[in-house]
Structure formats: C-alpha cells, structure tokens
C-alpha cells in the first residue's frame, strides 16, 4: 500500500497509517499506533482531507545505561579475586570446587546486569528488564517530573549507584534501576534532554 491521499507513512518506524484508522491522541498530540513517534502538534480538524505532517525528526538513541557488575556489589568482586589465587594453589578436587563457584559467581553477575537496560532516546526514557519474560516501562521526556539519584557509602566509593524518574501522571517512582555507574551524569544528561 503506498501512501495516498487517504494513507500516511510513519517517518519512524514505515508503518501505513490509513486516515479511516481510529487516530491515537497522547498528551493532545497525534502519534503512531506503534511506534508513538508524534505524527503532528495538533489533531487534524474534522474533514480536513489529505495525510497528517510529520513535525519531528525521527527518535534515536542517546545513551543506553546497563547495571554494573560489580560496583553494585564489591564485595563478591574481592570473593572471587580471593578465590582464584586459592584456587591456583589448592589440590586438585578444591581447584575444581572453588574455580566452579567463582565462575558461577562472574556468571550469575553478569546475567543479572544484563538483563536490564535503561535507554534515552531523543524522545523518551525506556527500562527494559527480563530475559526470558520482559517488562518495559518509557516515560516521554515531556513528562519527566523528578529524576532521583540514591548512592550507598559502598556505591558512592565504586562510582554507581540508583536511579529514579517519576512522571506527572504518578506520584511515585516509575522507573527505577539499580546499580548504574555514574548515575549523576546520567540524571545530568536527563535534566538536559527535558529541555529540549
């Protein structure tokens, strides 16, 4: 189907929009029913013929944040650090045991940073956690009303700590992630994207 006269073409993610389709309002902006890339600034006047303008550029990745693996939790690092020299130096049904545990650790670690994933793009802010059952939670950077930076002694000396960011439409925290490094220079990099 090519875009016409009675169709529109989504600039950011290519998907034909029929103008006989329900429109989808957010925030009293026209938006894609897939994507939410805002199709215009303000809904189309009734019999208003011809296809919808698209008024922004398309959304794109700023900076994609993952928990760290061990400035969350320092003392499994100087666990496993400890355990392999022991390792080295133990007989041979001890090497195993202790080389199994230290593996488990690095990998039970790793597996659970990267299940989560913060990314801001030019438009929004979107957790996504899980690997095998996902969970995804965006706030439109419009909407951002607080961003929270909480750092324990232990995060404050590796450099990480959490993040928080409520919207307008709660009274809470809506998205949260736990263990980032840098965090201020993150809720730094929000503050400056809520500008824009």
Aim: a positive charge; hydrophobic letters at 40%.
């Amino acid at each position: 189907m090519t875009p016409g006269p009675t169709t529109e073409t989504c600039g950011n993610c290519g998907r034909t929009i029929g103008r006989l389709e329900q429109a989808h309002l957010y925030d009293g902006q026209v938006v894609c029913g897939a994507c939410y890339q805002i199709l215009m600034t303000e809904p189309a006047p009734r019999g208003t013929p011809g296809p919808r303008q698209s008024t922004n550029k398309p959304e794109e990745t700023v900076r994609t944040v993952w928990p760290s693996m061990f400035r969350q939790h320092p003392l499994l690092l100087v666990l496993v650090l400890i355990m392999l020299p022991v390792a080295f130096f133990s007989r041979p049904p001890m090497t195993e045991i202790l080389l199994g545990v230290a593996g488990g650790i690095l990998a039970i670690c790793w597996w659970t940073a990267r299940r989560t994933r913060l990314t801001i793009t030019t438009h929004r802010v979107v957790l996504r956690y899980g690997r095998v059952a996902r969970h995804e939670s965006e706030i439109w950077h419009r909407d951002v009303r607080n961003v929270v930076v909480n750092q324990s002694i232990f995060q404050r000396l590796m450099g990480a700590g959490d993040l928080g960011i409520s919207s307008a439409g709660q009274s809470n925290i809506e998205i949260t992630i736990r263990g980032i490094p840098n965090p201020r220079a993150v809720r730094d990099l929000l503050n400056s994207m809520r500008e824009l």
